[in-house]
């Protein structure tokens, strides 16, 4: 693991922001790991793409009446410092991602936080460590993709200024808040180019609040002004995004990310059949 501060975030705060608003919005941050290639001696923590290895007795996931799902990543949670997080992770094991990306129907069918019927086009397994697992191949038709390993590196994370999180800090916010200032918003750009690929702390959303998304589809996606919504955002956390990686040969959408996320009960609780996805495109 190569380390990281949150110095940057907090700099970056201190310098755009009056004193007293970067103080607050600094207890907004949130523990993240990233994860990135690894490259030279860096300890790899898990792998973008390749085969997955999987137990004799866990079948392929597949979107029944639509085919099997492609394998986009495993984690190795022994690897990954997750004391320090703020969400709980199995401290051994795997996690395996699965999505249904478009490869056996050129993109007709589509997974939707929305839409029940599509939940099963994306899946995340746990393999508890000690379990005998072989490389499966991919099904037929399926393109495994470029394998990339990763190493991982902890950080803060900072909600997205639209964020309910924020609002419900600094809120009501005048169109000329502090917060908005271009060369804040400019700043906090700079400081998150690059693939994301993330373990925990805040999403990084391309459009809007992910946790909405998710909580929309938990509650039989009622209107969007449905103040249920809000508060079931709220029980739920990122566990894993995976953005669009040139390595990786990963393009999701237009420049999008995938995202998968979780109640903190059910977490705790090892239940990532209870997981839900959604994902974003610019």
């Known amino acids: ?26 207890g907004l941050l949130r523990p993240g790991l990233r994860l990135e290639k690894a490259t030279g001696a860096a300890p790899v923590a898990g792998r973008l793409g390749g085969l997955p290895e999987l137990p004799e007795s866990e079948e392929w996931p597949v979107w029944q009446g639509h085919g099997p799902l492609s394998f986009v990543a495993s984690l190795d949670c022994a690897a990954l410092p997750s004391a320090e997080l703020d969400i709980t992770l ?9 999505y249904f990306d478009g490869q056996l129907d ?39 993709y470029p394998e990339v390993p990763l190493t991982v590196r902890r950080e803060a994370t900072a909600p997205d200024l639209w964020h309910s999180v924020v609002h419900r800090e600094f809120g009501p916010m005048p169109d000329d808040h502090p917060v908005w200032g271009e060369d804040f918003r400019e700043a ?46 709220s029980r739920w956390v990122l566990l894993a995004q ?27 609780e090892r239940r990532f059949d209870r997981a839900m996805f959604t994902w974003q495109c610019g």
């Not at 949150?6 to 009056?18: F, N, S």
């Not at 069918?109 to 000690?130: E, F, H, K, M, Q």
């Open 106 to 144: 050129d993109g007709w069918a589509v997974v939707d936080a929305g839409d029940p019927d599509s939940w099963a086009g994306a899946r995340v397994l746990y393999i508890p460590a000690g379990a005998p697992v072989a490389e499966r191949a991919a099904p037929e038709g399926v393109r495994p």
């Open 188 to 233: 906090l750009w700079k400081h998150s180019e690059g693939a994301e690929h993330r373990i925990g702390g805040h999403a990084r959303p391309v459009q809007d609040e992910v946790e909405c998304e998710v909580a929309r589809g938990a509650l039989g996606s009622p209107p969007w002004d449905d103040p249920r919504i809000k508060e079931e955002a």
């Open 90 to 98: 199995p401290t051994d094991g795997t996690l395996a991602f699965f």
């Open 1 to 26: 693991m190569t380390h990281s501060t949150d110095d940057a975030l907090h700099t970056l705060a201190r310098e755009h922001l009056p004193d007293e608003i970067a103080e607050r919005w600094i």
């Open 242 to 268: 995976f953005d669009t990686d040139d390595d990786a040969d990963m393009m999701w959408g237009d420049c999008g990310a995938l995202y998968w996320l979780i109640r903190p009960e059910d977490l705790a």
